[in-house]
């Protein structure tokens, strides 16, 4: 159960609205404290970044992944999982700060020696469409 099913079933809806999320009704102290603990969570849910704690560029991620995850789903894994793994996107949407090396290792998979570019190409196209 995903923490937006666990205040859908408490009678709370979720919007977005011009200034960020709303919660209807007004929470109470329980709901507030559980959403709270569950913040990070509850972005990734909203917004579909992993990373919600790397701020500078949570916006950006968050916008190519939805892009992705509608447009391009062969990229959206690879997007996901980079994301997973700390990269970040710089404002001319150049991924950055990825240890690709460290990775492949962990998961024991290598990656496609250009996707870094590729994905950085791929994300500057979708950003340009959405």
């Known amino acids: 159960m995903t923490i937006l099913d666990w205040l859908k079933d408490r009678g709370y809806s979720v919007t977005k609205t011009d200034a960020g999320w709303a919660l209807e009704p007004q929470p109470d102290d329980v709901t507030l404290k559980a959403i709270e603990n569950f913040r990070d969570l509850l972005v990734y849910e909203l917004t579909g970044d992993p990373r919600p704690d790397?701020?500078?560029?949570?916006?950006?991620?968050?916008?190519?992944?939805?892009?992705?995850?509608?447009?391009?789903?062969?990229?959206?894994?690879e997007l996901h999982l980079m994301?997973?793994?700390?990269?970040r996107l710089d404002s001319d949407m150049?991924?950055?700060?990825?240890?690709?090396?460290?990775?492949e290792k962990e998961i024991g998979e290598k990656l496609n020696p250009n996707m870094k570019?590729?994905?950085?190409?791929?994300?500057?196209?979708?950003?340009?469409?959405?």
Not at 83 to 87: D, E, I
Not at 117 to 130: D, L, N, P, T
């Open 54 to 77: 790397l701020k500078e560029d949570h916006a950006r991620w968050a916008g190519v992944l939805e892009a992705a995850k509608a447009r391009q789903p062969a990229i959206y894994a």
């Open 83 to 87: 994301r997973c793994w700390g990269a």
């Open 94 to 103: 150049t991924i950055y700060g990825f240890d690709a090396a460290k990775m």
């Open 117 to 130: 570019e590729y994905v950085s190409s791929m994300a500057k196209y979708i950003q340009r469409e959405y």
